[in-house]
T-cell receptor, first 113, second 113 residues
Framework: DSGVTQTPKHLITATGQRVTLRCSPR?????VYWYQQSLDQGLQFLIQ???????AKGNILERFSAQQFPDLHSELNLSSLELGDSALYFC????????????FGQGTRLTVV | GENVEQHPSTLSVQEGDSAVIKCTYS??????FPWYKQELGKRPQLIID?????GEKKDQRIAVTLNKTAKHFSLHITETQPEDSAVYFC????????????FGAGTRLTVKP
């Protein structure tokens, strides 16, 4: 167990809908990263938050947004869902400054039908 | 931003042989290079990492080398075993607040018994 908790584990929804994925980082970790992993694909960096503030942005679609709350948990919001959004969404956390390893959660498998 | 390229995308070796996976990065400011192993259906987990002040690091059957001048680093697995079969990801990041850990596309390693 990495200490990073993601909910839900599985999510099935219809096209056009909106979902929210939740991530609780390891205790004490200030950085949260979101990654998208499509079937048999690599890890695509979406966005990073550090202590509540957006710090880095990757290939995140405008239909997606995220935030990190004062208690450091983070949510990834996906709207106007398309079939191609079906993927495994990972959250990872690290202590600070990106200097230590990033611990991954178990991921949320999103299926858009 | 950082761009990490990883080769090969697939690698098949006989049990007992060595496996080498190579990555290149584009941002000369990157100074932290972790390697993650992802078994089927599971989350990526750190197996070894190297920082820019070190040229080589070894942990039992796995080793990582870094060439900062050429901006490439490699993972070496010796005496491979069937349980080494997984997808391996390299990553590069900088130790600062706006760090965005970028991953290579992954290498699917198959170790044949």
């Amino acid at each position: 167990d990495s200490g990073v908790t993601q909910t839900p584990k599985h999510l099935i929804t219809a096209t056009g809908q909106r979902v929210t994925l939740r991530c609780s980082p390891r205790s004490g970790d200030l950085s949260v990263y979101w990654y998208q992993q499509s079937l048999d694909q690599g890890l695509q960096f979406l966005i990073q938050y550090y202590n509540g503030e957006e710090r880095a942005k990757g290939n995140i679609l405008e239909r997606f947004s995220a935030q990190q709350f004062p208690d450091l948990h983070s949510e990834l919001n996906l709207s106007s869902l398309e079939l191609g959004d079906s993927a495994l969404y990972f959250c990872a956390s690290s202590l600070s400054l990106g200097q230590t390893e990033a611990f991954f959660g178990q991921g949320t498998r999103l299926t858009v039908v | 931003g950082e761009n990490v390229e990883q080769h090969p995308s697939t690698l098949s070796v006989q049990e007992g042989d060595s496996a080498v996976i190579k990555c290149t990065y584009s941002d000369s400011a990157s100074n932290y290079f972790p390697w993650y192993k992802q078994e089927l259906g599971k989350r990526p987990q750190l197996i070894i990492d190297i920082r820019s002040n070190v040229g080589e690091k070894k942990d039992q059957r796995i080793a990582v080398t870094l060439n900062k001048t050429a901006k490439h680093f490699s993972l070496h697995i010796t005496e491979t075993q069937p349980e080494d079969s997984a997808v391996y990801f390299c990553a590069a990041s900088k130790t600062r607040l706006d760090n965005d850990m970028r991953f290579g596309a992954g290498t699917r390693l198959t170790v044949k018994p």
